[in-house]
């Protein structure tokens, strides 16, 4: 059983930051997939970008150049950077593991609660 819970969410500027994070319980974080997930009002759950434990990384088009994944084993923690946000970036963040992941929701079992990013014009 893998727990996670997400940080770092709030108000900010179009043009701004955020860095969100996810902290998971368990020894085994290193040999997980992580990724991350949004989900606007009225629209369905989507994906973000993904992080393997061989350190391959993968990003959705509308985050490439602005969003960056990064872990840290250590702390059994993952970070989702995000830059030049703009305002169709408002949605619930969702941290997910999985020992194979991917970049469909399905491929992943374990989800943290979601944390609030809002994009103001």
């Known amino acids: 059983q893998v727990q996670l819970v997400e940080s770092g969410g709030g108000l900010v500027q179009a043009g701004g930051s955020l860095r969100l994070s996810c902290a998971a319980s368990g020894r085994t974080f290193s040999s997980y997939a992580m990724g991350w997930f949004r989900q606007a009002p009225g629209k369905e759950r989507e994906f973000v970008a993904a992080?393997?434990?061989?350190?391959?990384?993968s990003y959705a088009d509308s985050g490439k150049g602005r969003f960056t994944i990064f872990r840290d084993n250590a702390k059994n923690t993952v970070y989702l950077q995000m830059n030049s946000l703009k305002p169709e970036d408002t949605a619930v963040y969702y941290c997910?593991?999985?020992?194979?992941?991917?970049?469909?929701?399905?491929?992943?079992?374990?989800w943290g609660q979601g944390t609030q990013v809002t994009v103001s014009s």
């Open positions: 992080s393997w434990s061989g350190g391959s990384t």
């Open positions: 997910a593991a999985d020992r194979s992941g991917g970049t469909w929701a399905r491929g992943y079992n374990y």
